[in-house]
């Protein structure tokens, strides 16, 4: 099993993005999806989470900016990221819960990171 992400870059203040990260390999089932990022300096951060049954929180920094989504066929997780400032900074990453094939244990994957960077 592999999380690959995509959809980091450099945006102005006030501008979009919008990272993908899909689950590919033997997945089984896939259960609880976040999102997390870290700055230079500063320990990981939750920025948003998903379960199965499709409840999301968000951290009180990205409340009302940003928005996750999941795709359950396409096994997908999105993160979209408006009204984006300077301290959403850092490099993201994704986290997925995934029963593998032929095992009836849950097993946490990341993603390899993307680096999303606000500046003017």
């Known amino acids: 099993v592999r999380l690959v992400e995509s959809g980091g870059g450099l945006v102005q203040p006030g501008g979009s993005l919008t990272l993908s990260c899909a689950a590919t390999?033997?997945?089984?089932?896939?259960?609880?999806m976040n999102w997390y990022r870290q700055a230079p300096g500063k320990q990981r951060e939750l920025v948003a989470g998903?379960?199965?049954?499709?409840?999301?929180n968000y951290a009180r920094s990205v409340q009302g900016r940003f928005t996750i989504s999941r795709d359950k066929i396409k096994r997908t997780l999105s993160l979209q990221m408006n009204s984006l400032k300077p301290e959403d900074t850092a490099a993201y990453y994704c986290?997925?819960?995934?029963?593998?094939?032929?095992?009836?244990?849950?097993?946490?994957?990341w993603g390899q990171g993307t680096q999303v960077t606000v500046s003017s």
């Open positions: 986290n997925i819960v995934i029963v593998p094939v032929e095992e009836t244990v849950t097993h946490s994957y």
């Open positions: 390999g033997s997945v089984y089932s896939i259960h609880d």
């Open positions: 998903i379960t199965s049954a499709g409840r999301t």
